[in-house]
Each structure stands twice: as C-alpha cells, then as structure tokens.
Nanobody
C-alpha cells in the first residue's frame, strides 16, 4: 500500500518555478506532520520543509523566502511550491511522515521525484 507518493519534478531553468505534490493516505494526512527532504548526488539527505496537521510550517534556512509548503485537506495532498530555483536545488525530493513534530524525521518515505535546475 502506497502511503506517500510524490510527483511534479522535472527540469527547470535557474530562476524558474516548480510545484511538487505529495499524495498521502488519509491516516497519514490526518495524524502526522508531512515533510519534504532532498538528496543531491554525493550528499546526505537534508530537510527542506514540513507542515503540521493544522498548518504550522518549518523551513530550512536555504529555502526560506523561496519555497512554500501547503496542504489541501480535500485532496490529502501536500504541496511544495519552489520559486527562484537555483542549480544547488537540484536533487531528488522526498516526502516524509510518521511523526507529530515539525523537527523530527519520520519513518515513512515516498519514492522521490527528481528536480533538476539547469540552463
């Protein structure tokens, strides 16, 4: 049973925008924080942003002011709107869940979606 499924990745030029989606099962969506993480080639996976059940959010310093995380309760979906993209944002982006804290990594992962920022 797929509990987290990302989509929306692709190739974009520097300065461009993308919106990622994470479709979550109803149990996950109603009970847990959902976070976004990313992993670039040769680097460790790092935190990007997270959103709680009631809309509280947390962001990594590197994406503040450029990325926005939001949720659609009718669709059980979490979004990551990414603006002013930079080449260093290139990575596989993953959904993460299974915790009630904005700051703690959960045990559940999606399969990831590739984002490439390049001219």
């Amino acid at each position: 049973q797929v509990q987290l499924a990302e989509s929306g990745g692709g190739l974009v030029q520097p300065g461009g925008s993308l919106r990622l989606s994470c479709a979550a099962s109803e149990i996950i969506f109603s009970r847990y924080v959902v976070g976004w993480y990313r992993q670039a080639p040769g680097k460790q996976r790092e935190f990007v942003a997270s959103i709680g059940r009631f809309g509280s959010t947390n962001y990594a310093e590197s994406v503040k002011g450029r990325f926005t995380v939001s949720r659609d309760n009718a669709k059980n979906t979490i979004y990551l709107q990414m603006n002013s993209l930079k080449p260093e944002d290139t990575a596989v982006y993953y959904c993460n869940s299974g915790t009630i804290s904005l700051n703690i990594l959960g045990p559940l992962w999606g399969q990831g979606t590739q984002v490439t920022v390049s001219s």
